[in-house]
């Protein structure tokens, strides 16, 4: 039997996370359907985000393309009500401004950031009526990076998609601060498949050298998590947060400390 009394609780509450079959975003479902929310599963991988969704129980898995306004007005229908949006999904990018074509660029800003903002506005109604529901604020968590707090070597795209949703961030807590809480995670180099991805694909003959360098620049000597990362998450979302809001909480290591 729950123990409703403990803390971080979510019962009652709906969520949706963003590219949710894996990594961080499959994480964070688990972590807020264990905190007592329904879980809508949203992924453009609709055959991986289904038995994640089985496996938990208080979840359902559904058919996102963050970029694709069709895609998006069809996921708001089904769902009706929300109380927590994740945006999670996201792509990487290796290069400096010389070796980033206009195609890559565009390709980082339409999913990091202008998926963010399409998601984010078509939802907003649900959002802002969940107060209506519950004695809390709708609640945005955006997933940014320390690529948005600190420069980093051959990461222009990505540090200047996630120094976006940091700013993004920002204006709409305080566009919304009586309605709506947004606060964004910026997590370091986490354990993730899409850290695997990154490696196989641009390190493949050096791979373990550069594992090597990704825990070390981080100062405790090693990768992040994902249940690290959706543990904040779920604090964000929970009403031990509500005084929270437009607040950037680094989950590094150490990083941008050093």
Known sequence: MENHSLPFR??????LVTGAASGIGEATAKELARAGAFVWIADINLP??????????????????????????????????LDILVNNAGIGHVGSIETTEPEDFDRLMNVNVRAVYLVTRAFLPLLVAAQERHEALGTVVNVA???????????FAYCTSKGAIIAMTRQLATEYPKTLRVNAVCPGTVQT?????????F??????????QLRARQPVGRLGTPEEVASAIRYLASDEAAFVTGSLLTIDGGWTAA
Request: glycine letters at 8%.
């Open 145 to 155: 990076s320390v690529s948005g707090l600190v420069g980093i070597r051959q990461r």
């Open 193 to 201: 498949p899409f850290v695997e991805a990154y490696l196989d694909k």
């Open 10 to 15: 979510l019962d009652g509450r709906i969520a």
């Open 48 to 81: 991986a985000a289904e038995p994640l969704a089985k496996s938990l129980g208080n979840a359902k898995a559904i058919h996102l393309d963050v970029t694709s306004p069709g895609s998006i007005t069809a996921a708001v229908a089904q769902i009706g009500s």
């Open 203 to 212: 390190h493949k003959d050096n791979k373990e050298e550069t594992r090597a």
